[in-house]
């Protein structure tokens, strides 16, 4: 098996997690896989510059919660990465 690092396995947890179709906020992808914000941002971040998940910002005024947010959804590069990986 490959040696991954923790970080690398972050991201394809987040991966898995969007691989269900569904668009996430960062609070409830790290809820979902048992991070903290901070890190599920930091590794949006990077699959986002890859293409491999779609990021966009909610402001305040648009929010239903009058707070600004982040929604995110995985891309079909995305899933036929993730669906190519054999971990």
Same mark, same amino acid.
């Given at each position: 098996?490959? *040696?991954?690092? *923790?970080?690398?396995r972050? =991201?394809? *947890?987040i991966?898995?997690?969007l &691989? ?9 992808? &790290? =809820? ?5 914000? /901070? ?5 949006? =971040?990077?699959? /986002?510059l890859?293409?491999f ?8 005024k ?9 929604r995110?959804?995985i891309?079909? =590069? @995305?899933?036929?990465?993730? @669906?190519?990986?054999?971990?």
């Open positions: 098996m490959v *040696e991954l690092l *923790e970080s690398d972050k =991201k394809i *947890e991966l898995r997690a &691989s269900d179709g569904k668009v996430y906020s960062y609070y409830h992808l &790290s =809820k979902r896989i048992g991070t903290n914000y /901070e890190t599920v941002k930091k590794n949006c =971040k990077f699959l /986002e890859l293409n998940i779609q990021v966009t910002k909610v402001g305040k648009e929010s239903a919660s009058g707070k600004a947010s982040y995110v959804r891309t079909n =590069k @995305g899933l036929d990465w993730l @669906g190519k990986i054999d971990l």
